[in-house]
């Protein structure tokens, strides 16, 4: 019994040990939500440990008693003792019913405070970006700067940028994950975010078709590296050299 145990606790251990190394291979995975290159992605990440450590913390306690009534008042050998019958302890129906509660409003307060800030109007010195999905790209517009390209973004680092999306024909989605929050697009209807890169970093992002031919995909985001804007050159340093050609990005009838 001693034996089996033993490697019922080893297949454990090599369990939790893969597991960990998995999780530390995608913090350094270019579509990680969990290695944030925004404050968008930051604020989302702050509210993510704090739920995390809630639920460690949860877990710790839960088991802990879970142990001590396994251990501690299982049944023994020879004993034949009915054990003591409880019907009902109000003391601890109220501290199991308030705590939760406490808990709750110590994750809340700081979810709704993070949903305001990031929903908050872009500031007036953001740069303006038009986003419009179609089938099977991304139309990027600068209506600033007089700009436009195809499935390529680029931003300076430290600036806030305010992305407009739209969508040309069908339900879009789009993702970049280190920059946090999916947003839908959807015809008709236009959707904003706005946030301001934290480091220089060249991420990609997913996007799908929400609606429409299920195996299609819309065109994936490239959000190339960008340097701290020193001066006003960073938008002639970005576009000195075309954009990349992406399979996405052609025509749906080269593609069918």
Known sequence: ????????????????????????????????????????????????????????????????LLLVAIFRFRVREGSHETPEQVHGHTNLEIAW???????????AVPTIRTIFAVAAPAPADAIRVTVTGQQWFWHIDYPDLGIRTANEIHVPVGRPVEVSLHAADIIHSFWVPRLGGKRDVVPGRTNRRCSRST???????NARSSAGPPTRSCGSIWWPRIRPPSTDGWRSRSWSRRPRRTRSSRPARQRS
């Open 1 to 64: 019994m001693s034996i089996r145990r033993h490697r019922v606790l080893a297949l454990c251990l090599l369990a939790g040990t893969l597991a960990a190394l998995a999780g530390c291979e995608m913090v350094s995975h270019t579509r990680s939500t969990i290695n944030p290159v925004s404050d968008f992605g930051w604020a989302i990440q702050n509210i993510y440990k704090q739920i995390f450590w809630w639920c460690v913390g949860i877990f710790v306690v839960v088991e802990t």
């Open 199 to 205: 480091s220089p970093a060249s991420i990609t992002g």
């Open 97 to 107: 019913t308030i705590l939760p509660a406490v808990i709750l409003v110590f994750i």
